[in-house]
């Protein structure tokens, strides 16, 4: 219940899926929790079901891709809690699927943008707050594709690489200040993006669902909670001694 008490934590793309699901479990762990997204409804819910229960939670409207936004975003919630302690850099988009031959610019640039940029300006906004605090955990979700090829969302693979390296980098920078970087890498999650994404890319969702959730040597999809107990770990305290390391979440895909 108390992983996470006097911890303020910022979460992007916390409105829905697996944000949303490591906004949940950071409140119930006893963090403040900073929501960030451009979902304003959505976000407007899920902040006032968390107060009904307790939670000392805010939302926020800010994408990712614009700099001014983070910055403002995250000012105002030390601002508002105090102090910031953690940020789970978890905006992100699939983008385009189509092979890297009939991409266009702006539709690398599209992804780039969310995924690469995003964590960029949200590190380097929330760093100041992490000086001041004297230490920090921030928590970047990449994803199976920052690993291993899937023959698919080619500026998605990019963005996902770029992201993994990101992490290790800013680990061994940041290490002497006690701020650590970990990613995480997650298989195919049940949420909005791989549902639209099964989608657009088969004509019965339900036999793509049930060949995916077999690709998987677990036998099943992940879940958001299967993700956000890893984020509570790493945003507490209990993880202390872990920085630069990549955590592989995905039932098994990746162990072939
Ligand atoms: P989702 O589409 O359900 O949720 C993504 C959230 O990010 C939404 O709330 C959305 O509004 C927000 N978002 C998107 N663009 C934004 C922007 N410009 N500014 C602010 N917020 C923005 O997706 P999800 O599956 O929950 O994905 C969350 C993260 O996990 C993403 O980075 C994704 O790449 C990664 N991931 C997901 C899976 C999976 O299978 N679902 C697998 C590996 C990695």
């Given at each position: 219940?108390?992983?996470?008490?006097?911890?303020?934590?910022?979460?992007t793309g916390?409105?829905?899926?697996?944000?949303?699901?490591?906004?949940?479990?950071?409140?119930?762990?006893?963090?403040?929790?900073?929501?960030?997204?451009?979902?304003?409804?959505?976000?407007?819910?899920?902040?006032?079901?968390?107060?009904?229960?307790?939670?000392?939670?805010?939302?926020?409207?800010?994408?990712?891709?614009?700099?001014?936004?983070?910055?403002?975003?995250?000012?105002?919630?030390?601002k508002r809690?105090?102090?910031?302690?953690?940020?789970?850099?978890?905006?992100?988009?699939?983008?385009?699927?189509?092979?890297?031959?009939?991409?266009?610019?702006?539709?690398?640039?599209?992804?780039?943008?969310?995924?690469?940029?995003?964590?960029?300006?949200?590190?380097?906004?929330?760093?100041?707050?992490?000086?001041?605090?004297?230490?920090?955990?921030?928590?970047?979700?990449?994803?199976?594709?920052?690993?291993?090829?899937?023959?698919?969302?080619?500026p998605y693979?990019?963005?996902?690489?770029?992201?993994?390296?990101?992490?290790?980098?800013?680990?061994?920078?940041?290490?002497?200040?006690?701020?650590?970087?970990?990613?995480?890498?997650?298989?195919?999650?049940?949420?909005?993006?791989?549902?639209?994404?099964?989608?657009?890319?088969?004509?019965?969702?339900?036999?793509?669902?049930?060949?995916?959730?077999?690709?998987?040597?677990?036998?099943?999809?992940?879940?958001?909670?299967?993700?956000?107990?890893?984020?509570?770990?790493?945003?507490?305290?209990?993880?202390?001694?872990?920085?630069?390391?990549?955590?592989?979440?995905?039932?098994?895909?990746?162990?072939?």
């Open positions: 219940m108390h992983r996470l008490r006097d911890k303020v934590i910022a979460v916390g409105a829905q899926g697996i944000g949303r699901a490591c906004v949940e479990r950071a409140a119930e762990e006893g963090a403040a929790v900073a929501v960030l997204d451009v979902l304003d409804q959505e976000g407007a819910a899920l902040i006032a079901d968390l107060r009904a229960k307790g939670g000392a939670v805010e939302y926020w409207h800010c994408d990712v891709a614009h700099e001014a936004d983070l910055r403002s975003a995250l000012d105002a919630a030390a809690f105090g102090a910031l302690h953690g940020l789970v850099n978890n905006a992100g988009i699939a983008g385009i699927n189509r092979p890297t031959h009939e991409v266009t610019e702006a539709q690398w640039d599209a992804v780039q943008s969310v995924n690469v940029k995003g964590v960029f300006f949200a590190t380097k906004h929330a760093l100041p707050h992490f000086f001041q605090a004297k230490g920090g955990s921030v928590v970047n979700i990449s994803s199976i594709a920052g690993l291993v090829g899937l023959a698919s969302v080619p693979h990019a963005a996902k690489g770029a992201v993994r390296l990101m992490t290790k980098n800013d680990a061994i920078q940041y290490a002497s200040k006690q701020i650590r970087f970990n990613s995480i890498h997650p298989g195919y999650i049940w949420t909005a993006m791989v549902e639209n994404h099964l989608k657009a890319n088969s004509p019965n969702l339900e036999a793509a669902k049930a060949a995916v959730a077999a690709s998987h040597p677990l036998g099943r999809l992940g879940a958001p909670d299967d993700i956000a107990w890893c984020v509570v770990y790493l945003l507490s305290d209990e993880s202390a001694f872990v920085t630069g390391a990549e955590f592989v979440i995905d039932g098994g895909y990746t162990a072939r």
